[in-house]
Nanobody, 114 residues
Framework: QVQLVESGGGLVQPGGSLRLSCAAS????????MGWYRQAPGNQRELVAR???????DYADSVKGRFTISRDNAKNTVYLQMSELKPEDTAVYYC????????WGQGTQVTVSS
């Protein structure tokens, strides 16, 4: 089992940037595929980005070129750098860890508004 704690959400103007962080418990972080999902009001939860243990990455088409997922295995942390934010990026962002079962963090709110 792994516990995930997200941070870094907040209110930002369109065109701005935010970096989300997700700290994971446990000693096997380096071999765990990690991801970020988001859910806007009235919408289904959707994949934003994911990163494998080998640092291979994958992005939703809507965020390609604007968001970057990365991981620091020494800190048991995965990041989501978000740039050129748009109002449609407003959502609760969740960190995930795939350990056979998928574990979820509690979520962090990102609001893009002027």
């Amino acid at each position: 089992q792994v516990q995930l704690v997200e941070s870094g959400g907040g209110l930002v103007q369109p065109g701005g940037s935010l970096r989300l962080s997700c700290a994971a418990s446990g000693s096997i972080f380096s071999i765990i595929p990690m991801g970020w999902y988001r859910q806007a009001p009235g919408n289904q939860r959707e994949l934003v980005a994911r990163i494998t243990a080998a640092f291979s990455t994958d992005y939703a088409d809507s965020v390609k070129g604007r968001f970057t997922i990365s991981r620091d295995n020494a800190k048991n942390t995965v990041y989501l750098q978000m740039s050129e934010l748009k109002p449609e990026d407003t959502a609760v962002y969740y960190c995930t860890a795939d350990l056979g079962a998928r574990f979820w963090g509690q979520g962090t709110q990102v609001t893009v508004s002027s």
